[in-house]
Structure formats: structure tokens, C-alpha cells
């Protein structure tokens, strides 16, 4: 852990919470990012556009911390295409039979005491760390 950056992971996770919370209370909506593109694309007019100016905050929101920080976005090497396309790929499954994703089940369920999201945020990490065990150690991907 050569870059645990307190400041700035609790300031991440304020704005976080502040923006789900907010899109809740104006727009009865959960921040769950994978519904929300998932809407951006095959949603009416309406729904795009509130959509569509959420994924662009996110993307708008690392550019401008990449920027104040002046710092640049690691990148991550020896990792084999195909296998981070089947990554993709196994995250949108994952995350269609979970009716959501991390953010969505972790952030929003969890603070409104959702036992599905309980049980769903559980599942997620569990994968995650069995998965990063399977890659990085016995498959020796990306070490």
C-alpha cells in the first residue's frame, strides 16, 4: 500500500455519498452506475439526458482530480486482452443477475439497510477477492 492517500479517499467518499444522496432526494433515483448506463442507452429523451450529464460528472470529476492533483492515471500493465474483455464481460453478468452493481448495492442499498444489498455487496467482494487470489497468484496474471 504505497499510495494510501487518506485526504483525498475520504473526500472521494464524501462527494460519493453527497451525489447519491442528492440524486435520491431530487431525483428518486439510486446512484446504482451500472443502471444508469444501462438507461443512457436504451432509455426515452428525458432519462438520456439526465443519464448522460451523470456518466459525464464521473468522467468530468477524475479529469478535474487528475488535474488538481497533477498526477496521471496508472496504468496497468501485463494484463492479456482477452481476459480483461472476459472481465468485462462477467462484470455486466454479474451485475444484470444482481439487479446492480457495487455502487448501487453497496453505496445506496447498504445506507438504506437493504438486506439484498447486504447479501449482494457481500457476493461482489467475495468474487473479488477469490478472483484477484485465482489471477495473481496461481494464474500469475499482471505480477
Partial sequence: MNHFT????????LLIGLSAS?????????????????????????ERVWRGLFVLGLVLGTAGYLALTLTSAPVRQGFPVPLLLLAGLLT???????????????????????????????????????TTYLTRHLLEVGT
Wanted: hydrophobic share 50%.
Fill in 92 to 130: 455486466g453478468f454479474g451485475t444484470a443477475r444482481a439487479n446492480g452493481c457495487t455502487s448501487g448495492h453497496g453505496v445506496c442499498g447498504l445506507a438504506r439497510l437493504s438486506l439484498r444489498s447486504l447479501v449482494a455487496t457481500v457476493t461482489f467482494l467475495g468474487v473479488a477477492l477469490f
Fill in 22 to 46: 442528492l440524486l435520491l432526494w431530487l431525483n428518486g433515483r439510486i446512484a446504482g452506475v451500472s443502471g444508469i448506463l444501462f438507461g443512457l442507452l436504451s432509455g426515452s429523451l428525458p
Fill in 6 to 13: 487518506p485526504v483525498s479517499a475520504l473526500l472521494g467518499g
